[in-house]
């Protein structure tokens, strides 16, 4: 039966978890506008603005609790689109990210692409229903402000495949 073929896949992938540290670190929202989305967030929730990406030419904007890099990213991407751009999970290391993207590759999931944001360095794909997925980790905080204290945004693709090298191997 195809319910119980399920079942044992699931089962057995269960077995073979991720880093018990893995976190959700940020959601990552598509907004219709951006200054009314800042608005929100910041006047109505209390979360601080990090940074504001349109100084860089990026319809953009991170806020966070606290001194994190971000806990909510906004975008005008495509301001007719409006919801969930992706969640985002934290890894703890580089080394734990490259794992996770050895599962994937192991697993025949594809990876839509991988960046290298300044801060956090990125691994995205999507699940089975089209859901966005970002699987980061944070690089040491020395790294997420240039010399000035601006927050470092870029946003440099590289292949994930690089994880892999370098990566202790594991279980």
């Known amino acids: 039966m195809a319910g119980g073929a399920a079942a044992r896949t699931l089962a057995a992938m269960q077995t073979d978890t991720i880093h018990p540290a893995v976190r959700v670190g940020h959601v990552h929202l598509r907004v219709a506008d951006l200054d009314r ?16 990406a349109r100084d860089a030419g990026i319809p953009a904007a ?3 609790a606290g001194d994190y890099h971000h806990h909510v990213a906004l975008n005008a991407f495509e301001p007719a689109r409006r919801g969930l751009y992706h969640v985002a999970l934290r ?3 580089r080394d734990e ?16 692409h991988a960046s290298d944001h300044g801060a956090t360095v990125s691994v995205y794909l999507a699940d089975p229903d089209g859901n966005g997925i970002e699987l980061y980790y944070d690089r040491p905080r020395d790294h ?13 693709h ?3 495949r690089e994880l892999l090298e370098n990566t202790t191997t594991g279980a």
């Open 91 to 93: 890894f703890p290391d």
């Open 158 to 160: 590289f292949d994930p």
């Open 62 to 64: 991170f806020l966070a």
């Open 37 to 52: 989305g800042i608005a929100f967030y910041r006047d109505v929730l209390g979360l601080g603005l990090t940074a504001d």
């Open 144 to 156: 997420w402000f240039d010399a000035d204290g601006r927050p470092v945004l870029k946003l440099e």
């Open 97 to 112: 990210l490259g794992r996770a993207v050895r599962r994937l590759i192991d697993r025949g999931w594809p990876v839509a």
